[in-house]
């Protein structure tokens, strides 16, 4: 996988961007390098981008700003890059649709690990080929292998690879009480070290695209003090 992906660095510091292409490099990745959100945008065009290191603290627009803006064009993985220690910075980028977060300074080998656990749920990901697998529930399909969530129109709600991983997992395991340790460890793996609230995080912007009514959830339920649990009937096709 290492050896076909192509990675931007987003990121204002010229010693940083150098340092982490060489990383990189390293490990067989192909690399570009932008400085800011100009570039990056051109570079996003002109080339086939597997995975954004995003850096949050950009000269002009924002690493949030920009965040928001390719998401809303693309699932390009994104992971945002911070100096910044508060969990509430780190919690808006989840918000905005990073799919992970590393806070400066960091290491090589953490980076590394991270990156290939991202693009391991990356939408895009090469995978093994396997039966097409389709979970339904309510008015709407999750296509395993299209990585697509379908409503009943037949158009694909935009998901995350975070977002379409816990949704996996609560689909699989329908009518049980999982805690936020659980999620964790199914939906993201250890390897990506997520904090805990960015499982709530989650959570949420899942309920604003599968529920009817958003205030009071159906699908996804809140069991106070132990977790969440997926209350819909999930038929499997093809059934195994």
Known sequence: MSEASHILIVDDHREIRELVQRALQREGFRVS?????RLMRKLLAENRIDLILLDLMLPGEDGLSLCRSVRAESRVPIIML???GEEVDRVIGL???????????FGSRELIARIRAVLRRAPFAKEPERQTKQFRF???VLDVERRELLGEDGIS???SSGEFDLLLVLVERPQRVLNREQLLDLAR???AAPLDRS???QISRLRRKIERDFSEPRLIKTIWGSGYMFT???????ET
């Open 95 to 105: 918000e905005m649709g990073a799919d992970d977060y590393l806070p400066k300074p």
């Open 199 to 201: 499982i709530d995080t």
């Open 157 to 159: 709600v935009p998901l």
């Open 33 to 37: 390098l932008a400085p800011d959100g």
């Open 189 to 191: 793996g250890r390897d």
């Open 138 to 140: 309510d008015r709407w």
């Open 232 to 238: 819909p009937a999930v038929n499997l096709f093809p």
């Open 82 to 84: 911070t100096a910044k």
